[in-house]
């Protein structure tokens, strides 16, 4: 997901003027090391100083230009909070804080660097977009999306590097602001985003296997988000299963609860977010997610119950 | 153009009649931060910027609770029209206490401080970059010296040889709550610090037109330049000079008599 941003970019802005990438203290390899070669004057590391970071993508859209403000997610968001919301949000300013590693992707590494409140976080802030695509392919399509577009500030939380792909044969393309179907059903539809995505594709594999008809979708955009899609899925099936690698406040889990109060959705709904806490657990990103509570064998079996009952 | 310092001190004295007016119909507004770097003001609109044949220089007012200064330069100069002074703080206008981007002659959002240096580096390097000649002026209280965020940006300046950025320190040594070298004995001296820094200072009268512009045209080398403008908060009003209470505080009808009868031309 990591190199297709930095490959997508480089076409970009390797041809557009107007785009700059402004790191703190990331190594840039692949086209990222390109673009800092060709466009050395588009390229800015601020070294370990993210307010800066913010500060200075704020200044070189307010004078024209399209940055992308680039580190680990933590750090891209929360330490420069303040300039997030105040230099770009209540300016308006086009600039992309693109967030790696959001969730606990950083399974290793410790709770400092999970951002598993980063959604509600960045959606809280008038003004801004908030972006989660799921794999590699959504992740070029995003970040077209995020060079082109002149509506104002947009977190794009991405993964890291060597994802699966997701979406190679999903039925509609990827549009900003819109969910997106990879599979159709009638009985169960999962909605997820991010790399999490990946579990929700095997739930709804075992799901099929067990004979039910499943919907896949992808709900990138957290922001502005889909409103009447969701209302579509919480209409049009039976079931409905939010799997987010998210707090479960502020998320999509806790929107498309409060749309289904809203609408007075008959359908059942069962969500499985990470838990409000800061788990002490090191190991893989799967170990992560299990010890959240998203692991897909128990989900299943969740589900199974929650049927019979 | 050249400077003309008499008209620069009789349009000081204007800007502080107004905000003076102005504080009688409203009294959200800091009077003694804007007198305090009034001529800073004034003498980057009407000496500095868009000089010599350029067309984008920047005005960043990172002290942006000092905004009347901003307000009634830019009034001044036909850029906000009468009406939105007069309408300063009401829900029918479109000014308030801090700056907002959007209204003509804003340039950046501020009021929070320890944000417009980065800005300023921002726009500095955009300009660079598309081998414009336009300038990066930022106006910063030296008590946001004092935000870590000012100090990235001083370092992010140098780092990026941001030639094309000036800043200037209303140095009047006070903060909300009282003297800035007694909240931080160890504050000064600041040229010290921003040429450990990599940039070029220079110690002004920051009530002084012609210094200022004089400093600015003396720059010389490839960095960043930064004027410790030495200036007196609440300048022009001696009850409001060096007094924090000032920092917010309208003055009373009688307060505002004694104001007006004491203003005059500031000679340094």
Known sequence: MRNMFAETLYEIGSKDPRIFIVVADISPAGSMAKFREECPDRFINVGVAEQSMVGICAGLALNGCQPF????ATFALYRPFEMVRDDLGYQNLPVTIVGIGGGVVYSTLGGTHHAQEDIAVASAIPNMSVIAPCDSLEAREATRYCATQKSGPIYLRLGKAGEPVLTQSAIEPWRFGKLRYLRRGEDVCILSYGLVLGKAAELADRLEEQGRSVSLVSASTLKPLDRPGIEGVL???????????????GGLAAQTKQIAWDIRAQCRLNTYTLQDQFIHCYGSHDDLLAAHGIDVGKIESDLGGLRAR | MAFDLGAARQRCLEHRRRILEISQRVSALHIAPAFSCLEIVDTI???????????????ILSKGHGCMAQYTVLESLGILPREDLERYCTPEGRLG???DYGTPGIEASTGSLGHGLSIAVGIACAERARGGDGRAFAVLSDGEVQEGSTWEAVLMA????????IAFIDNNDFQSLGRTSET?????PLEDKFRAFGWDAIEVCGHD???ICEAVSSRSGDKPLV?????????????MENVPIWHYRAPNPEEYQLALSELREITS
């Open chain 2, 45 to 59: 609109y009407y000496g500095l910027r868009n000089q010599d044949g350029r067309t984008n220089d920047r005005v």
């Open chain 2, 227 to 239: 004027l410790i403008c030495k200036t007196v908060k609440g300048r022009g009003v001696s009850y």
């Open chain 1, 69 to 72: 403000a680039y580190t680990i």
């Open chain 2, 184 to 188: 931080h004995p160890t504050f000064y």
């Open chain 2, 158 to 165: 140098s780092t990026l040889r941001t030639t094309n950025l």
């Open chain 2, 209 to 211: 037109a012609q210094a």
């Open chain 1, 235 to 249: 209409s049009s099936h039976e079931q409905v299963v939010v799997i987010e690698e998210h707090a479960p406040q």
């Open chain 2, 97 to 99: 206490a801090h700056p």
